[in-house]
C-alpha cells in the first residue's frame, strides 16, 4: 500500500543529482577580469595578440590565474579587484597609443568561477540582474526630428525615380529640413507631379505654390504618417540594440521603451560605462555611393586639391582617400540579410547581400544607368565611415542579390556580415543619464535576499518539526528539495534572477510548504477518525492529492498572467513564481511520500506515526 517500485526511487535519485549538479556552479562565485575586444570591424584578435596582452602583463609583474581566447575576446582573470585594476592600466597604455583612435577596448568584467568539470556538463550559475550583479544603466533619448529627416531624405530620392519613370520632367528636386521640395518649369508640369505624387504616396501632403516663373512642389508627411515614422523608428532603434547587444555576447540585457521617445537600457555585470557606451555604439551602418571620378576629385584623393563641393573624403581599408558624391542611393534600410561566402570563380571570401523590393529596384537602375564607373560600398560604424570596397560596375545587377568582394579575410566577410545584419539605427539618439550599480551594491542586495530566504526557510522548519515532528522533518527535507530544484532549474534555463526573483523563491517556500501541511493534516483527520496508520498515511495523500492540484493550477494561472502581460521585475517574478510551484508540487507530493514510505512503509505491524499530537473528537 505505502511502497514505492524501486524505479521511482531510482527516478528521485537521478532528479537529486542532476539538481545538485546544476545548482552548484551558483556557489563558486565569480573572478574580477580584464576584457580586451576589437574596437573596430575591421580590426581582428589573434594568437599575436594574445601572447601581446601576456607579455604586458608579466612586464607589469602581473601573474593572471587563467588567460583565455574565444575568438572575439581575450580574458585575463585575477585573485583581487586591485590587480584587475592595474591589469587594465597597463594594457590600456601598450595597446591604445591613442585613446582618439583606440584599436582595441580594455573593460573590466566579472567571470564565473564554475569547475572545468561543471561548464563540461553545460553546467552554468544563474545570471544575476542589475540590482544584484551591478552593472550599467542608461536612459537614451532618440532623436525624432533625425528620423523625419532621413525620412524625407529617403522619400526625396523615391520621388526623383517615380518621376522618371512616369517621364515627368522637372527642374530640380532637394530637400528642405523634412520638406521634399520639387521644381517644375510649367503649371502643367508641376500638377501632373502632384497628381502623380499623391498617388504613388498618399501619406505625403503636396502643395503647390509658384515661385517667380517656376511651380514649386512642397511635400511633408502627414500628422499621423509622421508620428507612426516616429514610433517605427523608436521600435527598430530597440530592435537593433538588442541584436548588436545579443551578438555581442551581454548576458541579459534589459532594452525598454519609456515614453515616446526614450528608451531604457540595462546591462548586468558591465562595470565599465566608456566599455557599455562602445557596446551601445557599434551599430554598423550601410550606405552606397557612386565614386566621383572627375579630375578634381582625382585630384583630391592625390592631395592636390580640395574635396569638390557635393562630395565626400572617406578612406579604404587600406587608408587610401577615395572621394565619394554625397547622395546616398541605398542605405542599411534596404538590406534584408548579409551572409558571408566565396566568390565561385576566385573563391574570394565575400559579403553577399540581399536587399528588399524597393532597394532592388534602386540597384538595378543604378547599376543600369552607370555601367564602367566605380560605386563605394561604405560601411559607418562609431560615426565614421570607411570604404569597404570601391568596385567598377560592369553590367546591369538585378534581383536584389548584391556581391561584396575586395582584398578581406574569411573572418572579415564574417565580421561585416555581422555588423550589416544587425542593422542600422533609425535616428540618431543621446545618453541622457547614466548610472552605474556597483558590485558591492548587489552583494549586499545578495546577501540581504539569502538572508531572508535563509531565515524564513529555517523559521518554516522549526516550526514544522516541532508541529508534526517526523512528518515536520520530512515536510522540511521536501523543502530544501524543492529550494533545490527550484535553483537547478533557473540554472538550466540560464535566467536571469532580480530582487523580485529573490521574493518569488520565499513566497515558493511558503506555497509549498502549503501542501505538506495539507497532506500532514489529512492524515491527522484519517487518525482522528480511527484509521489504521497504513491506512490513513495512503487516505491522506489521495485525498490531499486533488485539493493541491487545485490550488497550484489556479495561482499557476495567476503567475502565468503576469508572465505572459509583465515586463521587466513582473516577468522576473513571475518566472520564478511559476517554476517554484511546478517543483513544489514534485517535492511535496511525490517525493515526501518517498520519504514517508521509506521510513514506515517496511513495517508490516505499524502501530502509530509520530505526526504531532491527533487531538480525538
Known amino acids: 500500500m505505502n511502497r514505492y517500485p524501486a524505479w521511482k526511487y531510482a527516478l528521485i535519485l537521478v532528479v537529486l543529482l542532476i539538481g545538485v549538479v546544476y545548482t552548484l556552479p551558483n556557489f563558486f562565485g565569480e573572478s ?16 599575436s595578440t594574445l601572447q601581446r596582452v601576456e607579455e604586458v602583463l608579466k612586464s607589469a609583474d602581473l601573474k593572471p590565474t587563467a588567460i583565455s581566447f574565444d575568438g572575439n575576446s581575450i580574458k585575463a582573470r585575477f585573485t583581487t579587484t586591485d590587480e584587475q585594476l592595474k591589469a587594465k592600466d597597463a594594457l590600456q597604455r601598450a595597446l591604445i597609443p591613442n585613446a ?6 580594455v573593460a573590466l568584467n566579472l567571470l564565473s568561477s564554475t569547475p572545468q568539470w561543471l561548464t563540461s556538463l553545460h553546467a552554468a550559475p544563474m545570471y ?8 550599467v544603466h542608461f536612459l537614451m533619448q532618440v532623436d525624432m526630428s533625425a528620423a523625419l529627416t532621413k525620412k524625407a531624405e529617403s522619400l526625396s530620392g523615391d520621388i526623383r525615380t517615380l518621376l522618371r519613370e512616369k517621364g515627368i520632367r522637372h527642374s530640380g528636386i532637394s530637400r528642405n529640413g523634412q520638406t521634399v521640395e520639387v521644381n517644375a518649369r510649367d503649371a502643367q508640369t508641376a500638377e501632373a507631379a502632384k497628381n502623380a505624387i499623391s498617388d504613388a504616396f498618399p501619406d505625403l501632403n503636396v502643395v503647390q505654390t509658384p515661385t517667380g516663373a517656376e511651380f514649386k512642389l512642397s511635400a511633408t508627411l502627414k500628422p499621423i504618417a509622421a508620428s507612426k515614422e516616429q514610433e517605427a523608428a523608436l521600435k527598430q532603434n530597440i530592435s537593433t540594440l538588442h541584436n548588436r547587444i545579443n551578438e555581442l555576447g551581454v548576458a541579459e540585457p534589459v532594452i525598454q521603451q519609456q515614453g515616446l521617445d526614450r528608451i531604457v537600457v540595462q546591462l548586468p555585470g558591465v562595470q565599465d560605462t566608456a566599455k557599455a557606451k562602445d557596446i551601445l555604439g557599434r551599430t554598423a551602418t550601410l550606405e552606397i555611393r557612386m565614386v566621383d571620378e572627375s579630375p578634381e576629385a582625382r585630384g583630391a584623393e592625390r592631395g592636390d586639391g580640395a574635396v569638390p563641393f557635393g562630395d565626400e573624403r572617406f578612406l579604404d581599408k587600406n587608408s587610401q582617400p577615395v572621394i565619394v558624391k554625397k547622395q546616398v542611393l541605398l542605405t542599411g534600410d534596404n538590406l534584408t540579410d548579409a551572409q558571408p561566402g566565396f566568390e565561385s570563380q576566385t573563391q574570394e571570401p565575400t559579403v553577399n547581400l540581399t536587399l528588399d523590393a524597393k532597394g532592388a529596384r534602386i540597384f538595378r537602375d543604378v547599376t543600369r544607368d552607370n555601367v564602367g564607373k566605380r560605386m563605394a560600398i561604405i560601411l559607418f560604424e562609431k560615426g565614421k565611415g570607411e570604404v569597404v570596397t570601391a568596385p567598377v560596375i560592369r ?8 556581391q561584396i568582394s575586395g582584398r578581406m579575410t574569411a573572418m572579415e566577410a564574417t565580421d561585416e556580415s555581422l555588423l550589416l545584419r544587425s542593422g542600422s539605427l533609425a535616428a540618431p539618439m543621446e545618453i541622457i543619464e547614466e548610472q552605474t550599480i556597483g558590485p558591492t551594491l548587489g552583494a549586499e542586495n545578495i546577501a540581504k535576499g539569502f538572508h531572508s530566504v535563509s531565515w524564513g526557510f529555517m523559521v518554516i522548519v522549526i516550526f514544522m518539526c516541532l508541529y508534526y515532528l517526523v512528518f515536520g522533518v520530512i515536510s522540511s527535507v521536501s523543502l530544501g528539495v524543492n ?3 527550484l535553483v537547478a532549474v533557473l540554472s538550466m534555463l540560464q535566467a536571469t534572477l532580480t530582487l523580485p526573483g529573490i521574493a518569488a523563491m520565499a513566497l515558493a517556500l511558503g506555497m509549498a510548504i502549503d501542501s505538506n501541511v495539507l497532506i500532514n493534516e489529512r492524515v491527522r483527520e484519517e487518525l ?3 484509521a489504521a496508520p497504513q491506512t ?17 493550477i489556479t495561482t499557476l494561472i495567476a503567475g502565468l498572467a503576469l508572465l505572459a502581460f509583465g515586463s521587466g521585475s513582473v516577468r522576473g517574478f513571475a518566472v520564478v513564481h511559476c517554476i517554484g510551484i511546478l517543483t513544489s508540487m514534485f517535492s511535496a507530493v511525490f517525493f ?8 514506515y512503509g517496511t513495517r508490516k505491524k505499524l502501530k502509530s506515526v509520530r505526526i504531532g499530537t491527533v487531538w480525538m473528537g
Request: glycine share 14%; proline share 3%.
Open 483 to 485: 529550494l533545490l530544484l
Open 536 to 552: 490513513a498515511i495512503h487516505a491522506g495523500y489521495d485525498r490531499a492529492w486533488a485539493t493541491i492540484l487545485d490550488s497550484n
Open 592 to 599: 515526501s511520500r518517498g520519504l514517508v514510505n521509506l521510513w
Open 395 to 402: 553590367s546591369e545587377i538585378g534581383g536584389g542579390r548584391v
Open 128 to 135: 544575476l540582474g542589475l540590482d544584484l550583479r551591478g552593472g
Open 528 to 530: 482522528r477518525q480511527g
Open 32 to 47: 574580477p577580469a580584464v576584457q580586451v575586444s576589437s574596437g573596430k570591424a575591421t580590426l581582428k584578435l589573434d594568437t
Open 100 to 105: 582618439d583612435e583606440p584599436s582595441y577596448i
